[in-house]
């Protein structure tokens, strides 16, 4: 059979499976989460009839094993969460803790800011540094992208450190800013917004990156649509009014992007963009795997602190790694079941799904929630949004899963039932 086919009857079951997801409970943040693996398995079948695709290093027979193994532990992945539809009620313990946390947020996210200021102006108006900069995020520092601008250890390592709590801090802004009900912490929370907008705008123009734009857009799209019980008419009319603006301009950004990285072949790329990880994962990575990483690629940081091992410098370091242990290219996307199988194997990733399954079927969906509720449904955003194209917690952003746990320290336990019994 025809790789062409076998990624049509590929497409067409995830989108059964979204069909039934949404009968069964409508929108839904696993609906969310199953649309883009089904955007992505379209678009994996459109990609391969493209002229540029034979001569491409993306080519590769497509099968059904493969199509198969990806598909059900996506939907192991994901069938939790299909519950969640909404954001219903919200209890704030330990309401001192929320506020340090905001301020110590607010304080890195103006430091950033103001030090990257002629950075962003340089590569704004200029095409050339544009490239440049493009160049350089993706070349030796690419693990430690403000080390491009700032030349300062101190600087660079509180960056690290607030890396995890981007995409968190994403979600939090908005929850904080329409359902936190505490008036003396009106003020706090606006300025919350506000400095967590412009240190996203200033993340993506400085890591020169369509993924972290997309993965942006979506965390704050997804967090909206979690709280929409709780914004008025009047709000929602102003977040178009203001939301399709900045949506144009990231297009805009978005291409001058791909345009400055691949040139006259930017429309084949583009085209690619969301066609390639799943076709990654079923002509390269299911057969061509040699072996794997035993958690030294995406899992470094860990590695090196639980078993003695050395974390890689940088993005470069690791990928000459993972490619001399893997024998296929390791800067290609294969979703994140791919990431786990090239870290792990293709055995062992089937009991973390399980696990996966298990623990997301605790996940407290109606009633009064907490605070680390709602930090658990952003996280799954990132990740899941990010897992479309690779793992979503290489080396420095592991730090993420240590703010969660802090989260459940702080604002989890207080609760007496935060999963559903």
Not at 3 to 16: D, K, R
Not at 76 to 81: E, K, N, V
Not at 302 to 327: A, D, K
Not at 330 to 350: A, D, H, M, Q, S
Request: proline share 3%; hydrophobic share 50%.
């Amino acid at each position: 059979m025809s790789s062409e086919t076998v990624l049509l009857i590929n497409a067409i079951a995830y989108t059964l499976i979204a069909i039934f997801f949404f009968k069964k409970n409508k929108l839904s943040l696993g609906l969310f989460f199953w649309g883009f693996f089904c955007v992505s398995s379209w678009m994996s079948y459109l990609f391969i009839q493209q002229p540029m695709y034979s001569i491409s290093m993306h080519a590769g027979k497509q099968t059904f094993l493969p199509c198969i193994y990806l598909l059900l532990m996506l939907y192991i992945c994901i069938y939790p969460l299909v519950k969640i539809k909404k954001i219903e009620n919200i209890i704030y313990p330990n309401r001192n803790a929320l506020k340090i946390i905001i301020g110590v947020c607010i304080l890195c996210q103006l430091l950033f800011f103001i030090l990257d200021i002629p950075t962003i102006i340089k590569i704004l108006t200029s095409s050339t540094e544009l490239e440049e900069y493009r160049n350089l995020a993706y070349g030796k520092n690419g693990d430690d992208v403000n080390s491009l601008v700032v030349k300062n250890s101190i600087i660079n390592r509180i960056h690290l450190l607030y890396a995890g709590m981007r995409p968190l801090a994403i979600g939090l802004s908005v929850v904080l800013l329409f359902v936190n009900t505490n008036i003396k912490n009106k003020k706090l929370n606006n300025i919350f917004a506000i400095t967590t907008f412009l240190e996203s705008v200033r993340y993506i123009i400085v890591q020169v990156g369509r993924g972290q734009m997309v993965i942006t857009f979506c965390v704050y799209a997804i967090t909206l649509f979690l709280i929409r019980d709780y914004l008025s008419s009047k709000i929602k009319k102003a977040i178009i009014f203001y939301g399709l603006p900045v949506l144009g301009l990231g297009v805009i950004f978005f291409v001058l992007i791909t345009l400055s990285r691949f040139g006259d072949n930017a429309e084949f790329f583009m085209y690619k963009y969301m066609g390639e990880p799943m076709n990654n994962f079923n002509g390269i990575l299911w057969d061509k795997l040699k072996d794997n990483t035993m958690g030294q690629s995406y899992f470094s940081i860990i590695f090196r602190f639980v078993l003695g091992g050395e974390r890689f410098i940088n993005v470069e370091e690791r990928y000459e790694y993972m490619e001399q242990v893997t024998g296929i290219p390791p800067f290609i996307f294969y979703t994140y079941i791919g990431g786990l199988i090239i870290e792990f194997g293709k055995y062992i990733p089937i009991i973390i799904v399980l696990i996966i399954n298990r623990l997301s079927s605790k996940i407290k969906t109606k009633g009064k929630i907490n605070l680390f509720t709602v930090i658990l449904y952003i996280f799954l955003s990132y990740f899941y949004t990010y897992g479309v194209f690779t793992f979503p917690i290489p080396s420095f952003d592991m730090f993420i899963l240590l703010y969660v746990f802090i989260f459940y320290l702080l604002f989890g336990r207080e609760t007496k039932k935060i999963v559903a019994g």
